[in-house]
């Protein structure tokens, strides 16, 4: 616990990352016992940490991935100081506690108690504490699989985007992400017929952008069943009473889907069940007119989609068009792609198994994590990532709502559960 506390308190906002610091720290933290760490630099300042702990060879090794910058922190919002790693309530405070400081330091600690108790691993693991994943991966992830492949190469990785527990319909769950989604960033244009303020006329760019803009409801767009949503809504379902498994798998019906999702009490839930089910859209942007008294003849709404595997940002225009309506331009900003990949995997056979025996009372099932993580730059390099961040969240606390959140904390005791979890499953064999 005090490993995190320490690390909670260098500030590796970004931007600007300055993630040296805590790289730089967390190698004499592995020295003390003796496992050596290798800090490169992407850009001063822009440290990443790779440290190997040698196994027994029963297979490719096993990389344990995590980023140590985090999200911007409101202060002045917070209960306790952001950067302050306080123990208070049950919970260790502070920005990345959940996202994603946790997770370092529980891999972190998995490695110094196997060296402390002469225990050696099935396979070799590979801790990596990287720069920049919260504004892209560039210095990061990113350049590593670039330019250091070699110090990474493993087949499988543990990253974050799962393994904390949700409760759905009164059943703990505990998604295991095993595909996400990918970006694409799109600028949807309104013209319109210039003129002056105290002349309003319905050719308004911006009322035009307004008309197209409101029309992009959560459920807007179409339902599209991927495999893993389906074995997420059907193992589910198989673990309710007979009505309730009936309401939930019409989450599956197109023509159901968006009335269903209105029912569901957690809003938090209802979210991520929608986001695993279609492309989703979210204006972030919207600008338009330079004066006050000049109706502007164009304006613009930035807009962040998230798009399944196998999905194009050429087919999330055409559904956008569709929803819209037709005079309106578009202009992609940025694209993507998510590979497709197995996941029923021994590594993932071990996941279920290792939180099944950790709490016989929970349900695990595979998840598609509905934003990006450094996880999508390693298939490049033919290792399988698996979100796998394992946390028993108390009642009333979620995870996904203190990720980026004001008073951002993780309970020592989910902290420690999850530690118990990786330590069972990084020492059997896979």
């Not at 996941?343 to 016989?360: F, G, Q, S």
Request: net charge neutral.
């Amino acid at each position: 616990m005090r490993l995190l506390q320490k690390l909670l308190q260098f500030d590796t906002t970004n931007p600007p990352g300055n993630e040296a610091p805590a790289a730089q720290w967390l190698a004499g933290v592995l020295a003390q016992d003796g496992i050596e760490s290798i800090i490169l630099e992407s850009q001063p300042t822009r440290a990443n940490l790779v440290a190997r702990l040698p196994g027994r060879g029963e297979g490719r090794p096993i990389l344990l991935l995590s980023h140590l910058d985090v999200v911007l922190a409101e202060a002045a919002r917070w209960t306790h100081p952001p950067f302050s790693g306080d123990v208070a309530d049950g919970c260790i405070w502070g920005r990345g506690a959940i996202d994603m400081k946790s997770l370092t330091v529980q891999q972190a600690m998995v490695m110094l108690l196997m060296k402390r108790h002469g225990l050696v691993p099935p396979r070799d693991l590979i801790l990596c504490a990287v720069a920049d994943e919260e504004i892209g991966g560039t210095w990061g992830a990113k350049w590593l699989v670039d330019n250091h492949p070699d110090l990474i190469q493993a087949e499988y990785a543990i990253n974050e985007g799962g393994g904390y527990s949700l409760s759905i319909a009164a059943q703990r769950v505990y998604p295991i992400e095993v595909a996400q989604k990918h970006g694409c960033g799109l600028r949807l244009r309104a013209t319109g017929e210039p003129g002056h303020g105290s002349m309003p006329h319905d050719r308004n760019a911006n009322l035009r952008l307004a008309r197209a803009v409101s029309k992009l409801s959560p459920t807007a767009t179409p339902v599209h069943i991927t495999p893993v949503a389906r074995a997420f809504v059907e193992g589910l379902a198989q673990r309710l009473p007979r009505t309730q498994a009936l309401a939930l798998r019409q989450l599956l019906n197109p023509a159901l889907n968006a009335a269903v999702s209105r029912l569901l009490p957690d809003p938090t839930v209802a979210r991520a069940l929608n986001a695993m089910l279609r492309n989703t859209v979210s204006p972030t942007i919207l600008r338009g007119g330079e004066k006050g008294n000049v109706i502007p003849g164009e304006a613009y709404a930035d807009l962040d989609c998230r798009l399944l595997p196998g999905q194009t940002c050429a087919d999330m225009v055409r559904e956008i068009q569709k929803i819209v309506g037709r005079g309106y331009e578009f202009e992609v900003l940025l694209s993507g792609d998510a590979p497709i990949l197995p996941y029923d995997t021994p590594m993932y056979r071990a996941i279920v198994k290792t939180l099944e025996r950790a709490d016989p009372g929970g349900t695990v099932l595979p998840y598609l994590f509905p934003a990006a993580s450094d996880s999508r730059f390693l298939p490049k390099l033919g290792i399988q990532p698996y979100g796998f961040q394992p946390m028993r969240m108390p009642p009333g606390l979620s995870a996904v709502s203190l990720a980026h959140a004001h008073d951002e904390r993780i309970p020592v005791e989910a902290f420690t559960f999850g530690l118990h979890v990786l330590f069972d499953l990084l020492l059997n064999p896979i």
